[in-house]
């Protein structure tokens, strides 16, 4: 099984930063994409960023040129930079590892979620 625990969220003033953290465990072979979602109250989850495992990029067009997603591929870990942070970001953040691990499939595994609040 594969572990994903997320770090960082908070409470912050519009235009601040927050960077956020996911850190993966277990018996992990191999991880894929990593990305980070998010879901406010009464809307459905959605993509903020993903990374692959070579390094290559995606982000919702909500997002670009404010939010940086990186990844250490040998601490399993992906980063979402948040910076210029407007009160519509606010929503609970779920990582999200594209993972093998017991077996030879790779699966979705999920975080239990970090609250990010933007007062404005």
């Known amino acids: 099984q594969v572990q994903l625990v997320e770090s960082g969220g908070g409470l912050v003033q519009a235009g601040g930063s927050l960077r956020l953290s996911c850190a993966a465990s277990?018996?992990?072979?191999?991880?894929?994409?990593m990305g980070w979602y998010r879901q406010a109250p009464g809307k459905q989850r959605e993509l903020v960023a993903a990374i692959t495992s070579g390094g290559s990029t995606n982000y919702a067009d909500s997002v670009k040129g404010r939010f940086t997603i990186s990844r250490d591929n040998a601490k399993n870990t992906v980063y979402l930079q948040m910076n210029s942070l407007k009160p519509e970001d606010t929503a609970v953040y779920y990582c999200?590892?594209?993972?093998?691990?017991?077996?030879?499939?790779?699966?979705?595994?999920w975080g239990q979620g970090t609250q990010v609040t933007v007062s404005s």
């Open positions: 277990g018996s992990i072979f191999s991880i894929n994409a």
């Open positions: 999200k590892a594209t993972a093998q691990a017991m077996g030879p499939l790779f699966r979705d595994y």
